[in-house]
């Protein structure tokens, strides 16, 4: 599914996009968790880039993204995120959205238009 | 080529700046993805580990020039792990519920530091715990 229809799909804001080229990304995966260590061990042997949807609204998910060389990360249920983020995002060149969405309902919705 | 980093107990902030710089270190080098990979989620883990459960301590990179063998070592100074072989069980995890709240604490630092490096060894005491892992 394409970065750009996600967006939409969700309703989605950007907090920063490192490469405007992501709007146009495919991505067929993503994978949803708070616990960064569950994604540091269950993506460490995947090869293809994952769509990293996590509530953990601090710098730790952007850590973690930039550790499994993943391009982008979607934030759920709208928290209100670290003033860093932003910064943290350009410096470790990782695009950044956020979505009012709950992360059940934002993997319902991916996972029906054929997301993995 | 030779680098150590502080890390400091609860600094949640900063946890992992010296795997991001570790990785773009290693990146510049040349050094194949999946290696790069590797070396940056055992560092991380490690790194928030001090973070976490210890009182502070220190990351050193190292890499040889002649062989290109990477080594890590992560020192910290207590209070150490009471039970080692509980603590590399998968899911274990004697983590604050405020590290928990940021995503840490699934108990599967110690299991994904073994899993990704080429050897690992661990030894710890009251006055702390000393991580070495390698990578080729």
Redesign the interface.
Known sequence: MLVKDIKDLLKAREIYIADENIYEKNYEHGFATDLMSDALALLKDETEDVLLISGLSNVQSLRTAEVLDLETVLLVRGKPIDTHMAEMAKDLHINLFQTDLTMFQVCGLLYEKGMR | MKKVYQVEKDN??D??KA??DI?RTLKTLGIE?KV???V??AC??AEINIVIHSDGGTVTFEIDDDDGLIRLSFDDIGPGIEDLELAQTPGYSTASPKARS????????L??MK??ASSFDIRSSKEGTHIYMTFQ
Do not use: D
């Not at chain 2, 940021?102 to 630092?109: D, I, K, R, V």
């Open positions: 949640y902030e946890a992992g795997s991001t990785k993805r790069l990979k590797a940056a989620i991380y883990e940021l995503g840490f604490g699934a108990g599967m630092g299991v994904n899993s990704v």
